[in-house]
């Protein structure tokens, strides 16, 4: 079974940052090495920034004062804090943050029906969001892009696969909608949702969640 290989992790991370960013060489660096607990999730970050820059031609950009940081635990998602924006030509269509408390849809639903959630079950922590550019501190199901977790395990369990479901199923309801990048996905409010991880034994897991719109990716450093 695979352990995380932080050099190579930290190398790609990089590499991967000076190709689609523009953080400079210092603020990468810390990045690395002061979230060394947290580094598959930057590693994440800069996947999914490239896979959003060859697929969709969005430009991710660095704002914020000073270097990228990484939340120890969930929080709010604050425009004003280190985070990147995403650009479709000179149109701002989302930002990414990370370590974000998302309101559920249970919330939500009751919200409308003239009731509050005040227990801890209304807001589920999500490792990596892209929101739309306005969005609330604890953005509701309907702000949420793209949501990833991240797994940097050596082995990889059955109950991940639970738990990407439910946070599913917490974010939108199984049916059709189109979700901001013009994608048909059966699930309302529209958003892309993965499950990264570094065991290939994840791979065994892929089909049924993928029908509930949840991707399974085997992210993995190469460098």
């Not at 995403?86 to 370590?99: A, N, P, S």
């Amino acid at each position: 079974m695979p352990s995380l290989d932080e050099e190579a992790c930290a190398d790609e991370i990089v590499a991967i940052f000076d190709q689609v960013t523009s953080l400079t060489p210092m603020q990468i660096v810390h990045a690395v090495h002061a979230t060394r607990g947290k580094l598959y999730e930057v590693y994440c970050v800069g996947r999914l920034l490239a896979q959003l820059h060859g697929d969709h031609g969005l430009t991710p950009t660095y704002t914020g004062t000073g270097p990228l940081r990484l939340k120890a635990s969930g929080g709010y998602a604050d425009p004003l804090s280190p985070h990147f924006m995403l650009f479709d030509g000179g149109v701002l269509v989302g930002r990414v943050y990370t370590d974000v408390e998302v309101m559920t849809l249970g919330a939500e639903v009751a919200l409308a029906h003239g009731a509050t959630i005040t227990d801890l079950s209304a807001y589920h922590e999500i490792d990596i969001v892209v929101l739309a550019d306005q969005h609330q501190p604890r953005p509701s199901p309907g702000e949420v892009l793209i949501g990833v977790e991240c797994k940097a395990v050596a082995e990889f369990e059955k109950s991940f696969i639970r738990e990407v479901l439910g946070r599913r199923r917490e974010l939108s309801f199984y049916r059709p909608d189109t979700t901001a990048f013009g994608a048909a996905i059966m699930a309302s409010p529209a958003s892309d949702y993965f499950l990264a991880y570094i065991d290939p034994a994840g791979n065994r897991y892929s089909q049924s969640p993928a029908v509930f719109e949840v991707r399974l990716e085997h992210w993995v450093p190469t460098i």
